[in-house]
Structures are given as structure tokens and as C-alpha cells.
């Protein structure tokens, strides 16, 4: 994930990782006001469920804490708030998930919709299941704000993963590009297991037989209902800026038109070897793109219309009804008469 000028400055993301800063720095005696100062946030905002911010709130956050609390541990206090439900629907699809095997690969498909400070991906190394991160708001290891986030970022996914396994849940290691900070004895305590730092990549770790642990909040409904707002929450994130949302703005403008790369690519006046190269730097496809446009609009015409499957199907550019219905399950997990309103 790349943050682009545009989506830099766009407020469409919760603001529970400020919040959590906010009193982190509070709990050192702070004021709220000095905190949010820059942002353009009102302390008494932060408790209202319709706030969204930017990234450029989030790092100016950052910013706040590195200057106001003087080195010290803030950002671990504030990751340590961060409980799964403190993420609304995505925490909730977590807890709800089938299987730890299947929430991780909700979390690293999703947690783009949360606004996170560093971007995730995950890996396997030996025993081990690995979660590696990209800060966004830096991209310096030598950067204090780089070592800030990271530490927010990870004392954040323990937080969460003790919430997903239960209190017995361990690490078996965390690793850091960055060199070891003047605190760096706190990161043993918070995480009990052994911290390299000046590493090649930033990384959680802890061994794959913890994904074999029985999900006790597992629940297909809850689970079918939160992916779905989730769906909808990463559509409107990625169509507010960058090559993405560009793609994104023509195809909905445009309902039941479906071009080819080539031909998109002429309408945004570039060719389709740029337009393929931008969309991969966004960690998309023209392909990806056009199958979630597919899926909305198909969601949208079950809900709102009385049109048939048929004709859906035709709308959406398939040639039988049977090609989108396999589409819409493999897309939803859901047949597209689960969407029929009522």
C-alpha cells in the first residue's frame, strides 16, 4: 500500500488509533488539546462514532506523543488499548471467523479499512506463522516516527492476537529494522520473548500450532454480515484517491459498462503498461478492480431492484446466469438470492 498525496489528506478512516494515543498521553498528563494539536481535532470529537480522519491526522498524532512524552513508552501503552473490539466490524469478523486460519487472512486482506500505521502481509518460516510490517507515515528506520509506529503497530497485534487465542497465547519473537531504542528493556517485558533489532524486515512471530486452536466465537451469520461492511469500507477507501479510485469513480459512473484495460487506460490518458504498473504499487489489479465493481453492483441490483438474475447477469457483463451466480458465491460465500430484499 502506497499513501498517495490525495489519500494522504483524506478523512475516511476511524480514529480509535488517535484516540488511543491521545489517552496513552493523557495517562502521563498531557492535555487532549496539546495532543490533538495540528490535527484540526476537537478533544470532545474523538468520542463521537461518525469521526473519520486522515493520514495526515494520524502522523501529526505521532508526531505529538514523539514530542510531548519524551522518548518514553507511549506508543506501547497505546497498542495495548487497542483491544479486537475496539475495531467495530473488523474486529468482529475476527472473533467471528471459522477458523484462525481464516481470520488471518481476513486481517491481512482487510485491516487496510482500519487506517493502520503500517502495512501487513504475512509469512511462514520454519514453525513459525509471520506477520511483516511496511510503516506508512515513514519510511526511514533511522526516523523516530518509523520506531514509534512500529512499536504502536506491534504492541497492537499481541494486544489483539491475546484477544483472538486467549491470555496463554506467546511469541515466539518480534524483530525490528530499526536499532535498539533507549527503552529498549521494554520491549522483553511487553512482548516476553526475545527482541532483534537491525533486522531485514519487521516482524511478529509465533509458532503455526496456534492457528489449530478452536475459534470459541466463531459464527457463520455475524461473520457473512461483517465481511460484507468490510467489503463496502475498503471499496470506498481505495476509490478516494490514486490510480485505484480513479478506475473505480469510471466504473461506477458508468454501471454495466465494463472496458478493457487498454481502453481504460486511454480514457485516464496513459497506457495500459503505466495503469497496470500504478495499479500493482496500490496492491491492485485492473482484474481485482473490475470483480469488486461487478460484486457491488451485483449486491446493489439484489437489493434495490426487481430485476432477475438473468438480467443481472447481462447487466454485469456475464453470459449466463449461472457464470455470475458462481461469481457472486465465489466473491461472498452467499447465493445472490440470500440478497433479495425482503
Given at each position: 500500500m502506497q499513501l498517495t498525496e490525495s489519500g494522504f489528506k483524506d478523512e475516511v478512516y476511524p480514529a480509535h488509533?488517535?484516540?488511543?494515543?491521545?489517552?496513552?498521553?493523557?495517562?502521563?498528563?498531557?492535555?487532549?488539546?496539546?495532543?490533538?494539536?495540528?490535527?484540526?481535532?476537537?478533544?470532545?470529537?474523538?468520542?463521537?462514532?461518525?469521526?473519520?480522519?486522515?493520514?495526515?491526522?494520524?502522523?501529526?498524532?505521532?508526531?505529538?506523543?514523539?514530542?510531548?512524552?519524551?522518548?518514553?513508552?507511549?506508543?506501547f501503552r497505546a497498542g495495548e488499548r487497542m483491544h479486537v473490539t475496539a475495531y467495530g466490524m473488523y474486529g468482529y469478523a475476527l472473533l467471528s471467523s471459522r477458523s484462525h486460519q481464516e481470520s488471518l487472512q481476513f486481517a491481512v486482506k482487510y485491516h487496510r479499512v482500519m487506517g493502520p500505521v503500517a502495512d501487513m502481509a504475512y509469512d511462514e518460516d520454519g514453525g513459525n506463522a509471520v506477520f511483516v510490517y511496511t510503516p506508512l507515515l515513514s519510511d526511514s528506520p533511522a526516523d523516530d516516527?518509523?520506531?514509534?509506529?512500529?512499536?504502536?503497530?506491534?504492541?497492537?497485534?499481541?494486544?489483539?492476537?491475546?484477544?483472538?487465542?486467549?491470555?496463554?497465547?506467546?511469541?515466539?519473537?518480534?524483530?525490528?529494522?530499526?536499532a535498539a531504542p533507549k527503552h529498549?528493556?521494554?520491549?522483553?517485558?511487553?512482548?516476553?520473548?526475545?527482541?532483534?533489532?537491525?533486522?531485514?524486515?519487521?516482524?511478529l512471530r509465533f509458532g503455526l500450532d496456534w492457528l489449530a486452536e478452536p475459534m470459541p466465537c466463531a459464527n457463520e451469520i455475524t461473520n457473512a454480515m461483517t465481511l460484507e461492511m468490510c467489503e463496502r469500507g475498503l471499496a470506498e477507501i481505495r476509490q478516494?484517491?490514486?490510480?485505484?479510485?480513479?478506475?473505480?469513480?469510471?466504473?461506477?459512473e458508468q454501471p454495466g459498462r465494463f472496458p478493457n484495460i487498454e481502453a481504460m487506460a486511454e480514457e485516464l490518458k496513459t497506457n495500459a503498461r503505466a495503469l497496470r504498473r500504478r495499479l500493482a504499487a496500490e496492491q491492485t489489479s485492473y482484474?481485482?478492480?473490475l470483480a469488486e465493481v461487478r460484486m457491488r453492483l451485483g449486491i446493489e441490483y439484489l437489493q434495490n431492484t426487481d430485476m432477475t438474475n438473468e438480467e443481472i447477469a447481462s447487466r454485469l457483463g456475464y453470459s449466463e446466469a449461472a457464470n455470475f451466480r458462481h461469481a457472486f458465491i465465489r466473491w461472498t460465500r452467499r447465493n445472490p438470492s440470500d440478497y433479495r430484499k425482503g
Open positions: 488509533k488517535i484516540a488511543a494515543m491521545v489517552f496513552a498521553m493523557a495517562e502521563e498528563g498531557i492535555d487532549p488539546a496539546d495532543a490533538l494539536a495540528g490535527t484540526g481535532i476537537a478533544p470532545e470529537r474523538l468520542q463521537s462514532p461518525n469521526i473519520r480522519v486522515s493520514y495526515r491526522q494520524t502522523k501529526q498524532a505521532c508526531l505529538n506523543a514523539l514530542r510531548l512524552t519524551a522518548g518514553t513508552a507511549c506508543a516516527l518509523y520506531r514509534l509506529t512500529m512499536e504502536f503497530q506491534l504492541a497492537s497485534h499481541y494486544t489483539i492476537n491475546r484477544d483472538l487465542y486467549g491470555p496463554r497465547f506467546r511469541l515466539s519473537g518480534v524483530r525490528v529494522k530499526y529498549a528493556r521494554d520491549y522483553e517485558r511487553i512482548f516476553g520473548c526475545p527482541v532483534l533489532f537491525g533486522q531485514a524486515r519487521n516482524e478516494s484517491g490514486g490510480a485505484a479510485g480513479d478506475v473505480y469513480r469510471i466504473l461506477f482484474r481485482k478492480i
